[in-house]
């Protein structure tokens, strides 16, 4: 008898504790739902189906959907529709279930280790200047610059020539400053990405007169009668 009361009373703890352990689990997932009943809901942009790193954002519209999720669960940064990384691409693989924010996209031609990759089509140049012919060594890739030529001022019979050869060069990389052949000076190798007539230019320019560079906005040439010639008068030597 001894051994039978025992059993049933294990038996009984186990059921007991087993229908405490059921009772325990229906009310927390009955709170959660009565909390997510409450919740406030917002629209976010969830990966639908598996998104790989470099993707632009145009190619995206398949992969991704609407979800509502509780305002307290939307991640920093999330995305309801993505006019807000139009032209970027994805940094990283995106994956099924997750939420799309901003963090996760750049643009296509700047890369996280800051360095640059040049677009189809152009070529590279690289021009090695005194800093104060480089924005002050002041430049970084990614950056746009104009390309300035100035040409003549020997003398008072052959005026300065300036033309801005030009506008919005991308650069690509900037390499460390140096020391110029007269050892007087400081110098940095900026290279751009150039059209090939955008290339003989500034080729030309170097071999010709000085060049220089200045850093400007996605505009452009803030001064558009620049984009012609500007001629000054000579000084004697």
């Given at each position: 008898m001894t051994?039978?009361?025992?059993?049933?009373?294990?038996?009984?703890?186990?059921?007991?504790?087993?229908?405490?352990?059921?009772?325990?689990?229906?009310?927390?997932?009955?709170?959660?739902?009565?909390?997510?009943?409450?919740?406030?809901?917002?629209?976010v942009l969830v990966v639908s189906e598996e998104i790989p790193a470099g993707t632009p954002v145009d190619d995206l519209a398949g992969s991704v959907a609407t979800e509502q999720v509780p305002q307290r669960l939307?991640?920093?940064?999330?995305?309801?529709?993505?006019?807000?990384v139009?032209?970027?691409?994805?940094?990283?693989?995106?994956?099924?279930g997750e939420q799309v924010v901003t963090g996760r996209f750049a643009d296509p031609t700047v890369q996280a280790a800051g360095e640059t990759t040049v677009p189809e089509g152009?070529?590279?140049?690289?021009?090695?200047?005194?800093?104060?012919?480089?924005?002050?060594?002041d430049l970084a890739a990614g950056d746009l610059v104009g390309v300035y030529v100035s040409s003549g001022g020997l003398d008072v019979s052959t005026p300065a020539v300036t033309d801005l050869a030009v506008d919005q060069a991308l650069v690509t990389q900037?390499?460390?400053?140096?020391?110029?052949?007269?050892?007087?000076?400081?110098?940095?190798?900026?290279?751009?990405?150039?059209g090939q007539a955008d290339a003989a230019r500034v080729i030309a320019g170097?071999?010709?007169?000085?060049?220089?560079?200045?850093?400007?906005?996605s505009t452009g040439s803030?001064?558009?009668?620049?984009?012609?010639?500007?001629?000054?008068?000579g000084e004697n030597q």
């Open positions: 051994t039978m009361r025992r059993v049933l009373t294990v038996t009984s703890a186990l059921v007991l504790a087993a229908f405490g352990a059921f009772v325990l689990v229906s009310y927390v997932r009955g709170a959660d739902a009565r909390a997510e009943a409450g919740a406030v809901l917002v629209p939307v991640a920093t940064g999330a995305l309801d529709d993505l006019t807000a139009a032209g970027l691409s994805t940094t990283v693989d995106l994956l099924p152009l070529q590279e140049v690289s021009l090695t200047l005194e800093l104060q012919r480089a924005v002050g060594g900037v390499s460390g400053t140096g020391t110029d052949l007269s050892g007087s000076g400081t110098t940095v190798t900026v290279t751009l990405a150039l170097q071999t010709q007169g000085d060049v220089w560079l200045t850093l400007q906005d803030a001064d558009t009668s620049l984009t012609g010639t500007t001629t000054t008068a």
